[in-house]
Structure formats: structure tokens, C-alpha cells
């Protein structure tokens, strides 16, 4: 059987956001998927004022789709997921710039490896048009450091994964944000040294899908005060080399097809 990418591209990732936080997008973004918006609003029962858009680098769908138990802590805290397929190339700044612009490669011109700061509209810039209080916690040299940089939001760089997890704990106690992006990469750290189904990238797997689960307890506390969506929203995959290392950028479908997760906390 020949390969077969997933339907839908990541541009429609800021699109979702948008339209559950009811934030109008300008007209450049690639739109929401409508009936994947319309479930998100009928579970939250009107619009989101708080976002936790957490995004664990470098989770191909086969990872999932072979390892599936590794998920169960994402399954208790969302009710939907969704397949999307990653970006030509299919490396961190490329796809997350996609995700954050809703635009193709070519449109936003992150098309390679490179990290230059954006200066088209992103979603951030959008979210604090409209007022919201936006912070990135995200592991050292994050691509979200470089891509999203010098916007009138705040940025917290921790050295790990876990560090991310404690400060973005720290963050949502104070409940001072109504939108928390979130980058982990230990996964992609993993995979690329000890390739993609390793026991370390494995552990690593399940490491951030804890982190997801204590933050998604975190935002449990807010139920009756805030509606919330969640969502686990990797960038790309990875495949195997020749050296028993992982790799990706490829239009192999190890690195293109991706699975999102969203969830609604009301
Ligand atoms: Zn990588």
C-alpha cells in the first residue's frame, strides 16, 4: 500500500485557536476547520478565555499509532484528534511558523532550517491585538526564542523539559496569561541521538505526555471560572537512519504525518 499523507496542513492549527477563542483572524491565515472548530465551541460551551498549546516536538503519528498506551495521559484531558500532515521541510521552524501564521512555507518564508524572527502577522500578534496576555515557556534555543521573538508577550527559556513543566505550572497557578504556548523538544533530543522508537525517546515520549497531563490537572482547577482548550500539537515526525540514529525534513511519511490532540476544560 502506498503511503498516505493526512488531509489537512498544520496552517489550519492557528485557524482552530482562533475561532475558539473567538479572535478574528486576518484575512493571509488559512481558516479553521469548521466542524473541528464547531465540536471544540459546543464542548466548551462558548468561547475559550484561556489557550495551553503545548507542543512536544517531533511525535510522528507512527509513534502514537505503535505506542499508543504512551498517550493515555493526553486521552484524559482531550476528546478529539485530529491527523494533520507536517510541512516541506518538515523541521521545527518551518512547521511551527506554519502553524503560528497559518500560511504555507512559501508564504511565511521560513522554508529550511533557518530561524530569522517572523515579521508577518503570527498569532501571537493577533492574540495581543486583541487584548490577551500571551507567554511562551519554552527549553533552551527554542525555536520559538528565535521565529517569535520581540513581540509584546513574555518568554521564559528553561534549560529541560521539566524545568518548561515547573514554570509553566508556576505560570498557570498565578493565572496571569490567557494563552500559554509551550515548545518541549527532550523527544526530538532523544530520537535524533538513540533513534525514534528507543527506550530513551520512548521515555521521553511519556515524559511529555505527563508534563501535558499535569498541566491540563493544573488548568482543572479553573473549572467553573475559565474555559479552557488544551491542545498536544507536535511539529513533525522522525524516521530511523542507516546509523540507528533519527532524522527528519524528509517528505518520508514518518516525519510529514502528525496527530493533535485538543481538549476543552469547562
Ligand atoms: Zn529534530
Known amino acids: 500500500m502506498a503511503d498516505h499523507y493526512n488531509t489537512f496542513s498544520l496552517k489550519h492549527f492557528a485557524g482552530i485557536v ?61 476528546s478529539l484528534a485530529l491527523p494533520f500532515t507536517s510541512t516541506v521541510e518538515s523541521v521545527t521552524p518551518v512547521a511551527h511558523a506554519t502553524m503560528y501564521t497559518g500560511l504555507e512555507p512559501p508564504e511565511h518564508g521560513i522554508q529550511t532550517y533557518t530561524r530569522p524572527q517572523l515579521t508577518c502577522s503570527t498569532l501571537f500578534d493577533v492574540l495581543l491585538e486583541q487584548g490577551k496576555r500571551v507567554a511562551i515557556v519554552a527549553q533552551a534555543d527554542s525555536t520559538f526564542l528565535h521565529i517569535f521573538a520581540g513581540r509584546e508577550l513574555d518568554y521564559f527559556e528553561c534549560p529541560n523539559a521539566i524545568s518548561v513543566q515547573e514554570k509553566s505550572l508556576e505560570l498557570i497557578a498565578k493565572d496571569q496569561y490567557d494563552v500559554i504556548s509551550i515548545h518541549t523538544f527532550d523527544y526530538d533530543n532523544a530520537a535524533h541521538a538513540y533513534g525514534p522508537e528507543s527506550k530513551e525517546a520512548l521515555n521521553a515520549v511519556s515524559l511529555e505526555a505527563e508534563g501535558f497531563h499535569r498541566l491540563a490537572e493544573a488548568m482543572e482547577e479553573y473549572r467553573g471560572k475559565h474555559k479552557t482548550l488544551m491542545t498536544y500539537s507536535p511539529d513533525h515526525g522522525q524516521h530511523l537512519t542507516a546509523g540507528g540514529r533519527g532524522s527528519h525534513g524528509s517528505k518520508m511519511i514518518e516525519d510529514m504525518n502528525i496527530v493533535h490532540f485538543f481538549g476543552t476544560i469547562v
Not at 41 to 55: E, P, Q, S, W
Not at 59 to 66: D, K, L, S, T
Open 18 to 78: 482562533a475561532d475558539c477563542m473567538d479572535i478574528p483572524l486576518p484575512e493571509s491565515y488559512a481558516p479553521g476547520i469548521p466542524w473541528v472548530s464547531n465540536i471544540l465551541l459546543a464542548r466548551l460551551g462558548g468561547t475559550a478565555d484561556r489557550a495551553v498549546l503545548y507542543h512536544a516536538d517531533a511525535v510522528g503519528q507512527y509513534i502514537w499509532q505503535q505506542y499508543t498506551d504512551l498517550f493515555a495521559p493526553i486521552y484524559q484531558h482531550t
